[in-house]
């Protein structure tokens, strides 16, 4: 296997930039770790010991935006980026539009983010949720996305295959969803449209970031990476095109069931829980399918750690889900809105499952893009337990906390006994950060080591991987 | 060929199509149920200075006097203005909603139930509704607590509230002019405090409080905090 994998790392007959994709995961690893330290931080604020006091560039709500944006656009944004350039050229047989502006985008993008975080911590934030990208950065992105668009559909246009596969059908709707989206998200509420109506605005956004932008280009790239690591095909096409259209149809539809029992009119309440009760139905078809998929060698679990990842986070991906079409309902929204719960929620789909897909991506082409064996999969198995523990405990730790803290609330407790019952959850949510930031501590150095220390096959010289 | 696996048909219909679609449904029509609200510009809104502002000049009169002159309609909206940049700035939104929801027992907790005509005003472009409570909600925040609360809650929350998680802001006060001085707000800290003062100043305020401020008094004094 290493053998065909260090053969085709030497040619390029696939299209593949490979030291492109080397460096959109570098940068994603950098921002991973850069997100993991400000949450971890940002933890620390809720057990009354922050790091940094009195700092004000470093202030605990300048760090939370860094966190959150750091991750989806940083680490999330840029290890898929890596993981397109790989993919695409592979499923059409065709190059990006132009290798120039391959680069372009990836110096423009870690540009973008280095002027995000200084915005940020500058105090220059936006006031949108998943947007806190300063407003005049906002442009620039968008030059950003209508290139990437550009430079992905033309390969996906050339290629000239009528039927596409399962995997282009999801990577063509995200790149025309996520500019609309953020021009929306990001101008609208900002200028035309205030109170209610932009909040109705700003819950597409939220919610269209991580359906139309996160998940559709998260299941293209496991539609490309289990079939390929399982040599055998997607169990079942008809399910995957009910998945897919689907997705399309409801997820688009949820955005206002991020702001349910607000002044926003309740129809386009009803609407949103109704259409987030319909993903759930979706969501499932696309479980099932990939679930098929493993009929018969599950096993591959056990000596996989790439396809471990990639089940590790469609596990949690359907435990989202359906704790999604739970939680949206108006009857439950009533305790665990604006408590913790929600937070668990969203570490669970950010991290546990497209962290954990991107994990896997990166798991099984860093090798080949070094052009080096492992140097140890023991680590790599550490990793894994590492971050799974700690993101499972993490995610059960805040559900919990969410619970205790909405019914004090509705309970009309004092403030305060919500903020001494939660201490002890909180502290064990820092804990668990702390899992999981050395779980990736141990990925970085396996991830280094393997670049400088494996036996390089003599198939393939350093050199040329690096060229 | 099955046409829904066509790349003009999901560009159009998938990508276009649908997106444009839900946008319709969840974003456009209710604003067509909104839209005929009235919009409420700054200088509206600022028209009457409330007696939290006039108190602000009286408290700190030097640090006032210096960043906004006189308790004017001017001089309020430009603390109204600076007070909402900040709470922006330092995401006090992220730990602090701005609606008051008809469940949950929250009007018996923080006031009237919020209503959208509220909102329709320049400092909610962006809105500021927020999705998460680590502190309480705002909105109806006005005259709940005294401004030296506010200012001393600031400095250091946990002076005032011992189980706080707040972050302090020790940038939004000068440094004491002299030995033995205390340190003033600066136009930061006095903006903050009357943004927050205002927030829920046109809603009808419940008589007394609701909820004493679990060890925020020292023993034997009155709970609560409303005027």
Known sequence: MTQAHTATAKTDFDHVMRSLVLAHFIAGLVALMIGLLAGLAFAFQFLQRYWFPGIEWLSPGRVRMVHTNILAYGFIANAFLGGLHWAIPRITGRPVLSRGLSWFIFWAWQGVLAATGIGILSGFAQAIEWGETPIFIDPVVMVGLLAVAINFLAPI????????????????????????????????????????????????????????????????????????????????????????????????????????????????????????????????????????????????????????????????????????????????????????????????????????????????????????????????????????????????????????????WRDLAPWEASLRASAPFWTARALSGFVILLGQVLFFVNLWLTARRSPAPEVVSAAAVAA | MNPLERFATILLVAGLGFFVAAVAVEAWLPYQVLRGLPMQHLEEIARDVPPEFDDLAARYPESFKKHFGSPTPEAYARALRLGVETYRAEACWHCHSQFVRPVSNEDRRFGAVSYAGEYQNELQLPQLFGTRRVGPDLIRSAGKHSNDWHVAHLFEPRDVVPSSVMPSFPWFFDPPAGPGGVPQPNARGLAIVAYVQWLGSWAEQPDAPLLPDLGAAPAGAAPGGAP
Request: proline residues 5%; charged residues 5%; aromatic residues 18%.
């Open chain 1, 157 to 408: 246009v050339r290629s000239g295959r009528k039927p596409l596969y399962v995997a282009l059908w999801y990577f063509t709707a995200a790149l025309v969803w996520t500019p609309l989206n953020y021009v929306m998200g990001n101008y609208v509420p900002q200028f035309y449209l205030p109170g209610a109506s932009g909040a109705a605005v700003s819950g597409l956004f939220i919610h269209d970031l991580v359906g139309l932008f996160v998940t559709p280009l998260g299941w293209g790239l496991l539609y490309y990476f289990v079939p390929v690591i399982m040599k055998r095909p997607i169990w079942s096409h008809a399910v995957s095109l009910i998945g897919f259209w689907g997705l399309a149809f409801f997820y688009p539809l949820n955005g206002v069931h991020h702001y349910l029992w607000s002044p926003i009119p309740m129809f386009a309440q009803y609407g949103a829980v109704v259409a987030t009760v319909g993903v759930e139905v979706v969501v499932t078809t696309v479980f099932i399918n990939f679930l098929a998929t493993l009929r018969g060698q599950a096993g591959a679990l056990v000596h996989s750690i790439p396809l471990r990842w990639i089940y590790t986070g469609i596990i949690f991906y359907v435990l989202t889900c359906i704790q999604c079409a739970y939680q949206t309902l108006l009857t439950v929204q009533t305790i665990v809105h604006f408590s913790d719960w929600v937070v668990g929620h969203a570490h669970l789909v950010m991290f546990g499952v497209f962290g954990f897909w991107i994990f896997g991506i990166i798991t099984e082409l860093w090798p080949r893009l070094v052009g080096r064996p492992w140097y140890s999969v023991r680590l790599n198995r550490w990793h894994y337990w590492l971050t799974t523990a700690g993101t499972a405990f993490m995610v059960i730790d805040l559900v919990a906390a969410g619970l205790v803290q909405g019914y004090l």
